[in-house]
């Protein structure tokens, strides 16, 4: 499915139980533009189909735990409402609810733990 959608041009990264794959095209970094686009879907191995895909301009994503995307996102304009601000710099995605939503730094501690030693 990634070869499909990015042809060679992407990354691959599980959650920490193997359950959703994060896949991600790759783009290449300009130096004239170092903020690039970020495009990704994700790969549910339990329902066998893209449970979510997103396309935006200037981001990062990651696996925050098991069932949490960490979306880092590059603010363009900022207003003076605070709530249209509340996502500018980023949010948590939960790939089970679908849905955003804010974590406290205690769960997200917990969960590393489980994640593999990467030395």
């Known amino acids: 499915m990634a070869k499909e959608k990015y042809n060679t041009n992407y990354s ?7 359950t959703y794959f ?4 790759k783009v290449k970094k300009n130096l004239k533009l170092p ?5 990704f879907f994700v790969f549910s191995v339990a329902k066998n189909k893209i ?3 997103l396309k935006l301009e200037k981001g990062q994503v990651k696996w925050a735990d098991s069932k949490h ?8 304009i900022i207003t003076k409402d605070e709530n249209k601000n509340k996502d500018l710099k980023g949010y948590y995605f939960n790939v089970e609810t679908l849905k ?3 974590l406290k730094k205690e769960k997200l501690k917990k969960e590393k733990l489980n994640f ?3 030395e």
């Open 35 to 39: 903020d690039v686009d970020l495009d």
């Open 116 to 118: 593999p030693n990467k």
């Open 12 to 18: 691959i990264k599980s959650n920490s139980d193997n």
């Open 69 to 76: 995307l960490s979306i880092s996102l590059m603010p363009g």
């Open 22 to 25: 994060l896949v991600v095209k």
């Open 100 to 102: 955003k939503e804010t």
């Open 51 to 53: 449970v979510y895909k």
